[in-house]
């Protein structure tokens, strides 16, 4: 069972990248998803959630009006829509799941911006 971000990329401040997280082993269509990021020398932070339809998606402030969250569960997949990237969302970016009442982490994708 593992989760799978790919997508990262170097960009330049104000391009557009879409991540994705697929999932293999195990559906995770009845869980939430989750992703984090994670800057060097700083904190793993939260990035965005949706819960397992996709009707509800939370955000932190700092991407809030940038970022979009969406899953596709008959793919297994969620999908993170970065716009109007900024140098300071420059992180790697992790996709999680918690289901079974164990934690399940992606290999984190790297995202670079320069400005």
């Known amino acids: 069972v593992q989760l799978q971000a790919f997508g990262g990329g170097v960009v330049q401040a104000g391009d557009s990248l879409r991540l994705s997280c697929a999932a293999s082993g195990r559906t995770f269509s009845s869980h939430r998803m989750v992703w984090f990021r994670q800057a060097v020398g700083e904190e793993r932070e939260f990035v965005a959630a949706i819960n397992w339809d996709g009707s509800r998606t939370y955000y932190a402030d700092y991407v809030k009006g940038r970022f979009t969250l969406s899953r596709d569960n008959a793919k297994n997949t969620v999908n993170l829509q970065m716009n109007s990237l900024k140098p300071e969302d420059t992180a790697v970016y992790y996709c999680?799941?918690?289901?079974?009442?164990?934690?399940?982490w992606g290999q984190g994708t790297q995202v670079t911006v320069s400005s």
């Open positions: 999680y799941a918690r289901a079974d009442r164990r934690d399940y």
